[in-house]
């Protein structure tokens, strides 16, 4: 089971940083993705670390702004968010899929709960 959190409000040019933790399993074998998705919008993808740690996407709309690590230790994975926007106002969600990433969010088996990010301006 998959959890996001680390949402609040924030100013912004402010920074969050998101978690996605999984209880009852490892998340070594797991490429994660951080999606979001804004009232009124369709989810997008946000971007996503595989097994081995590569980052394998990212969306012109967080480079230099985001950035993904993850800690197979700590059985999670992180979103490090700078620079924020009011547009990146959403709900986060982390998913899970083996080994690699997708672009295509259908093919990710496990999704968390999300969290909500709000970005004031």
């Known amino acids: 089971q998959l959890q996001a959190s680390g949402g609040g409000l924030v100013q912004a040019g402010g920074s969050l940083r998101l978690s996605c933790e999984a209880s009852g399993g490892t998340l070594d074998y797991y490429a994660i993705g951080w999606f979001r998705q804004a009232p009124g919008k369709e989810r997008e993808g946000v971007s996503c670390i595989s097994m081995r740690g590569n980052t394998a996407y990212s969306p012109n709309f967080v480079k230099g702004r985001f950035t993904i690590s993850r800690d197979n230790a700590k059985n999670t994975v992180y979103l490090q968010m700078n620079r924020l926007k009011p547009e990146d106002t959403a709900v986060y969600y982390c998913?899970?899929?083996?080994?690699?990433?997708?672009?295509?969010?259908?093919?990710?088996?496990?999704w968390g709960r999300g969290t909500l990010v709000t970005v004031s301006s």
């Open positions: 998913a899970a899929r083996n080994y690699y990433c997708s672009t295509v969010q259908r093919d990710y088996n496990y």
